[in-house]
């Protein structure tokens, strides 16, 4: 394993480890998307079916029962622990048309027409545009708390190295998965103007005025 996937497994982890301490904290749900958390939930569930199957390393399973329980636990926070406080009226993105779009293309385009490779390059598809439902909410609401903006910087941040950590494999190990790749780019765009306001303009809250992000004054990581 090389640095920059090692970095982008615990910015994973801390994107994750940040939006649950938010949601504890603050025994709240509030702007965050439940249709995001429910993409990812899918996104891992499919991804490590292998789980059973196969055994890499203890990091490997570790990483993998982490983010599925994590995923899965999200989801009990969000519709029932803290329900009351899930604002379902702005988290109306339509994830059907993600989910079939996506499944239609892991049936065409895969590495290997097995189910497990099928549900593998579903996951890397639709992990690239799970996102979008919380990009969304927060361009309906107009806001970003500090928290989800944290959130937000630590998952694309992980993405970004990923793509770092694919160019030294290709360099350095002469591996290339293109499906991985494409996938991977098309995730980081989605977050490149966020990444920007975010680095340029402060760590604050995200606000939408007049079709512009800005930031509000930042604030501690943690603080709520």
């Keep these: 394993m090389n640095i920059f996937r090692l970095i982008g497994d615990m910015s994973h982890l801390l994107a994750i480890i940040i939006l649950l301490i938010k949601m504890w904290k603050t025994r709240s749900v509030a702007g965050i998307s439940g249709k995001s958390q429910i993409l990812f939930a899918l996104v891992f569930t499919t991804r490590y079916l292998d789980l059973f199957t196969s055994f890499v ?19 009990f926070l969000m519709y029932h622990k803290f329900k009351a406080t899930y604002d379902s ?21 895969n590495h290997e027409f097995a189910p497990l490779e099928i549900l593998w390059t579903f996951s890397i598809y639709l992990e690239s545009v799970a996102i979008l439902p919380q990009l ?6 107009g806001e970003a708390e500090t928290i989800t903006s944290h959130y937000l910087f630590a998952l694309g941040s992980y993405r ?9 494999r290709y360099y ?3 591996f290339f998965d293109l499906i991985a790749v494409v996938a991977g780019v098309v995730q980081t765009i989605l977050y490149c103007d966020f990444f920007y306001l975010y680095i340029t303009k402060g760590k604050g809250s995200l606000l939408f005025t007049n079709n512009e992000i800005v930031f509000k004054d930042s604030a501690p990581l943690l603080e709520v």
């Design 57 to 75: 390393s203890i990091y490997n399973t570790c990483m993998k029962v982490f983010f599925i329980s994590a995923s899965y636990f999200t989801l």
């Design 89 to 109: 009226n702005h988290d109306t993105f339509r994830i059907e048309f993600l989910v079939v779009p996506v499944g239609g293309l892991a049936f065409l385009v």
């Design 136 to 141: 969304f909410m927060v361009s309906k609401t």
């Design 160 to 168: 970004g190295l990923y793509l770092l950590n694919w160019i030294y």
């Design 172 to 174: 350095f190990e002469g």
